[in-house]
């Protein structure tokens, strides 16, 4: 064999031997690690969404009799995409802006951040969400300006905005002494976290037309009291 064929050899050698080292490391890194690649390409994808209809906005008496009146829920569609189940599932209300007469938005520095509330269970965290399914958790309501002075928590007054005008409340999980979770009319951005125990957080901007006007009408409220669009 001559030197030119035997370095040849050295180096298919040496090729097939780095190559059974890096195939063996793999595997050794799989076998360590296997739990953790499946739970990263099988892990849960929230989505967050809402239409300005049933189910997601709706009319809905609000309170017992006699302490009843008509008012309007709004809530947010948190679907799982992804082929896991999503579990302790929360939806954080981080930030408020208010648009200003010029157009910018300035925070609301009065906004209280915390998690909102899941509908029909009222807890911080949702248990779970199986793969295609999809929770509502509660964003806001509007109670008749009427008779919202029955609840407690639910009326609030500010200078030169008349009392017959409509009023936002979020439905955060605590309702702050300072009524901080109250809004008058005015278009406003809300800045939301979704996130769960075992699926990475998403972040969404909702933005909310509130015109301060009532209407009796599902479809008329729904469509010119009240507007919520997601911008990202």
Not at 73 to 80: A, E, G, P, Q, S
Not at 142 to 166: G, L, M, V
Not at 196 to 206: E, F, G, P, V, W
Request: net charge neutral.
């Amino acid at each position: 064999m001559g030197v030119k064929n035997l370095l040849y050899t050295i180096d298919i050698d040496r090729i097939v031997s780095i190559g059974m080292l890096l195939v063996m490391t793999l595997v050794v890194v799989v076998a360590i690690f296997e739990d953790k690649i499946r739970a990263w390409f099988t892990r849960p994808n929230l989505n967050v969404s809402i239409q300005m209809s049933p189910p997601d906005c709706h009319q809905i008496p609000i309170g017992q009799p006699p302490l009843e009146a008509d008012g309007y829920y709004f809530r947010l569609r948190v679907t799982n995409l992804g082929s896991q189940k999503a579990e302790l599932v929360e939806v954080f209300a981080a930030e408020l802006s208010s648009r200003l007469p010029d157009g910018r938005f300035e925070i609301v520095k009065s906004f209280l951040p915390m998690n909102l509330s899941w509908s029909h269970l009222h807890g911080l965290f949702f248990p779970a969400i199986s793969r295609g399914i999809y929770k509502h958790c509660d964003l806001a309501h509007i109670i008749d300006p009427q008779k919202r002075h029955q609840f407690a928590y639910e009326d609030k007054s500010w200078p030169n905005i008349p009392s017959q005008k409509t009023i936002l409340s979020f439905d955060t999980v605590v309702k702050p002494n300072t009524l901080s979770h109250l809004v008058p009319f005015g278009v406003y951005r809300l800045v939301i976290l979704v996130a769960a125990a075992n699926a990475q957080s998403i972040r969404k901007t909702l933005e909310i037309s509130l015109s301060g006007d009532w209407y009796d009408d599902e479809q008329q409220m729904l469509s010119e009291g009240i507007g919520i669009k997601l911008l990202a």
